[in-house]
């Protein structure tokens, strides 16, 4: 037995026994066979082809769907670039403000020759304890800016009970055209304060020998640099600042010509035409940003200035004010800046900024109404629906006439007036959407939605 033989067992066992392998015959290639191996690869090639085709096309729409995409992008860009734009445009004609005072000229000298000849020096000089102090006519000046700085002067002229004209000319000068600051203020309560003695019943009449003119104060805001056609904001670069805008001499300007309405009723320093060019003078003041921080002061002096008329006068002034307000304004949001710088704290004071409202809306449609109920008749006939129409100048028009309505005497008298009125109201609040984009007209229809509840209760 040879060791390498197989065990009985392994013999008997199948999984190791080989399995019989069926040799198969070899199938002949014919010509068929060659001709569908060849057909397949050609579909193949083809096939592989047109995915190759389908492959770019999709690429070249995708830069197709790329520039699509670019160009919408642009457009929406440039569509926000127009907003912006018109947001801007918006945005600056609802900044009031206009310039006021332009180039400056030359101020006056402060030359007093006189002054050291006056009986209030002359009696200081004589007196006997002058030995000591050797006072003379020129340290005059000095000695009367120390007088009037310490309020002595003031003192000693309402004990006296008089005011010469050297006196009255030198403070009054100091108040236009000095530059030193404590001077200007102390002249101008120096004035205030002899002024103000007339409007006092139990005080000491005090005899003053020198009143200063509507002309002299004309004069100094000749000076200034006030312009009597007002203009932008806008200055030009080639002028030197120092020379523009709002003189320092002007606080000391508008109390003294406060302080001179005040008196006017007892004492007649201007006629009722100069105290309406002050009226309006001041008015015009309110136009100017720089001046913003003087509103309290002009805000006294224009309530004096209104009050200096005597009641045959006023109603004449009043509509002659009025009218020559609404012609130097521009057409543009200052003329609302000048309506609400007019207070409601008296009577004259409503009167004159309903009939400043109104003349302004005369303007605004050129003269071509002749009463009251045409004006409301064409803001009726405005189609705020239209894509063309002025928001903003119905902005404007919004507010002139809430303005003028206000205190107008004839809404009494005239029912229907009120009646359009509410017409108008409704046509602003309710023909303009809550997604109109256009420019003012969300302003236009809260405004005029809270005037018609206001109107409603």
Same mark, same amino acid.
């Given at each position: 037995? /040879?060791?390498?033989?197989?065990?009985?067992?392994?013999?008997?066992?199948?999984?190791?026994?080989?399995?019989?392998?069926?040799?198969?015959?070899?199938?002949?290639?014919?010509?068929?066979?060659?001709?569908?191996?060849?057909?397949?690869?050609?579909?193949? *090639?083809?096939?592989?082809?047109?995915?190759?085709?389908?492959?770019?096309?999709?690429?070249?729409?995708?830069?197709? /769907?790329?520039?699509?995409?670019?160009?919408?992008?642009?457009? *929406?860009?440039?569509?926000?670039? =127009?907003?912006?734009?018109?947001?801007?445009?918006?945005?600056?004609?609802?900044?009031?403000?206009?310039?006021?005072?332009?180039?400056?000229? $030359?101020?006056?000298?402060?030359?007093?020759?006189?002054?050291?000849?006056?009986?209030?020096?002359?009696?200081?000089?004589?007196?006997?304890?002058?030995?000591?102090?050797?006072?003379?006519?020129?340290?005059?000046?000095?000695?009367?800016?120390?007088? !009037?700085?310490?309020?002595?002067?003031?003192? %000693?002229?309402?004990?006296?009970?008089?005011?010469?004209?050297?006196?009255?000319?030198?403070?009054?000068?100091?108040?236009?055209?000095?530059?030193?600051?404590?001077?200007?203020?102390?002249?101008?309560?120096?004035?205030?304060?002899?002024?103000?003695? @007339?409007?006092?019943?139990?005080?000491?009449?005090?005899?003053?020998?020198?009143?200063?003119?509507?002309?002299?104060?004309? @004069?100094?805001?000749?000076?200034?640099?006030?312009?009597?056609?007002?203009?932008?904001?806008?200055?030009?670069?080639? $002028?030197?600042?120092?020379?523009?805008?709002?003189?320092?001499?002007? *606080?000391?300007?508008?109390?003294?010509?406060?302080?001179?309405?005040?008196? +006017?009723?007892?004492?007649?320093?201007?006629?009722?035409?100069?105290?309406?060019?002050?009226?309006?003078?001041? $008015?015009?003041?309110? %136009?100017?940003? +720089?001046?913003?921080?003087?509103?309290?002061?002009?805000?006294?002096?224009?309530?004096?200035?209104?009050?200096?008329? $005597?009641?045959?006068?006023?109603?004449?002034?009043?509509?002659?004010?009025?009218?020559?307000?609404?012609?130097?304004?521009?057409? /543009?949001?200052?003329? %609302?800046?000048?309506?609400?710088?007019?207070?409601?704290?008296?009577?004259?004071?409503?009167? !004159? +900024?309903?009939?400043?409202?109104?003349?302004?809306?005369?303007?605004?449609?050129?003269?071509?109404?002749?009463?009251?109920?045409?004006?409301?008749?064409?803001?009726?006939?405005?189609?705020?629906?239209?894509?063309?129409?002025?928001?903003?100048?119905?902005?404007?028009?919004?507010?002139?006439?809430?303005?003028?309505?206000?205190?107008?005497? @004839? !809404?009494?008298?005239?029912?229907?007036?009120?009646?359009?009125?509410?017409?108008?109201?409704? =046509?602003?609040?309710?023909?303009?959407?809550?997604?109109?984009?256009?420019?003012?007209?969300? @302003?236009?229809?809260?405004?005029?939605?809270?005037?018609?509840?206001?109107?409603?209760?």
């Amino acid at each position: 037995m /040879d060791l390498d033989d197989p065990l009985d067992f392994e013999n008997e066992d199948p999984l190791l026994t080989n399995p019989v392998v069926n040799k198969k015959r070899k199938k002949a290639i014919g010509l068929d066979d060659l001709l569908t191996d060849h057909y397949k690869q050609k579909s193949q *090639i083809l096939e592989r082809e047109k995915k190759r085709a389908a492959k770019a096309k999709k690429s070249y729409n995708s830069d197709e /769907d790329e520039n699509g995409k670019e160009a919408l992008l642009s457009k *929406i860009v440039n569509s926000c670039q =127009n907003q912006m734009e018109e947001i801007s445009v918006e945005e600056e004609n609802s900044e009031w403000g206009l310039q006021v005072f332009g180039n400056k000229e $030359t101020l006056p000298p402060l030359v007093f020759p006189k002054l050291g000849s006056c009986s209030l020096l002359r009696s200081f000089i004589n007196n006997e304890v002058n030995t000591l102090v050797e006072l003379s006519t020129e340290t005059g000046e000095a000695f009367l800016e120390g007088l !009037l700085v310490n309020g002595w002067l003031s003192k %000693l002229v309402l004990a006296s009970g008089e005011v010469e004209k050297s006196i009255a000319t030198w403070t009054f000068k100091l108040i236009l055209y000095s530059s030193k600051e404590e001077l200007r203020a102390s002249a101008c309560e120096f004035w205030c304060a002899i002024l103000s003695s @007339k409007n006092e019943v139990d005080a000491v009449p005090v005899k003053i020998h020198w009143f200063p003119s509507y002309s002299d104060l004309e @004069k100094a805001l000749v000076a200034y640099g006030f312009l009597s056609e007002l203009s932008s904001t806008a200055e030009p670069d080639n $002028t030197d600042s120092a020379d523009r805008g709002p003189p320092e001499n002007l *606080i000391a300007w508008v109390k003294f010509t406060a302080a001179c309405c005040q008196v +006017r009723s007892k004492k007649s320093m201007f006629s009722s035409k100069e105290a309406e060019k002050l009226v309006e003078v001041v $008015t015009c003041l309110f %136009l100017d940003r +720089r001046l913003q921080g003087l509103s309290v002061i002009l805000y006294e002096c224009m309530h004096s200035a209104i009050s200096c008329f $005597t009641d045959q006068e006023w109603n004449t002034s009043c509509e002659k004010i009025a009218k020559s307000l609404a012609c130097r304004v521009p057409r /543009d949001i200052n003329c %609302l800046r000048v309506v609400d710088c007019i207070s409601r704290v008296s009577k004259r004071c409503k009167q !004159l +900024r309903s009939a400043v409202a109104y003349q302004i809306l005369v303007i605004f449609f050129e003269n071509k109404i002749t009463n009251e109920e045409e004006i409301l008749n064409l803001l009726i006939t405005v189609n705020v629906k239209d894509k063309t129409c002025d928001l903003f100048r119905m902005y404007i028009y919004l507010a002139l006439t809430e303005n003028w309505l206000l205190s107008c005497p @004839k !809404l009494e008298e005239k029912p229907v007036m009120t009646e359009m009125w509410g017409v108008y109201l409704r =046509n602003c609040s309710c023909l303009i959407s809550s997604t109109d984009l256009r420019l003012y007209a969300s @302003k236009v229809r809260n405004k005029a939605s809270y005037l018609l509840q206001g109107s409603t209760n």
